[in-house]
């Protein structure tokens, strides 16, 4: 059977938010965006989620709990970084993963659910959402 893994990228400053939460807990209607993605995620057919952490990790630590495993970017090199990050994470799991961005809470499970399955329908490498 094969496995679904979802990667979350919460690394960075939201530098451009100009608060100071960390970007990916800064709230909307009340509820922290990470929280969105990750309630989501929790309802999909994702198998695991590694979150990327960083820039006041604790935050988001404190948050999600032992709902999801950690990975610490220590140093924020861009996006790319943030998930090569995870490859001690998630780099001898079979399977196949979804990278999401800890900022972007309108993505929902059936979104997720579909992204998954028309990658695996067509037996792609890659898909770019």
Known sequence: ??????LVLAAGK?????TTLPKCVFPILKKPMIEYIVESIESSIIDETVVVVGHQKEAILDLLGNRVTYQTQTEQL??????????????AHKGVSLILLGDMPLINQKMIDR???????????????
Do not use: P, Q, W
């Open 1 to 6: 059977m094969m496995k679904y893994f979802a």
């Open 14 to 18: 939201g530098t451009r938010m100009k």
């Open 78 to 91: 861009g996006t790319g970084h943030a998930a090569l990050s995870a490859k001690e994470a998630l780099g």
């Open 115 to 129: 992204i998954i399955k028309y990658h695996v329908k067509n037996t792609h490498d890659l898909t770019v959402v």
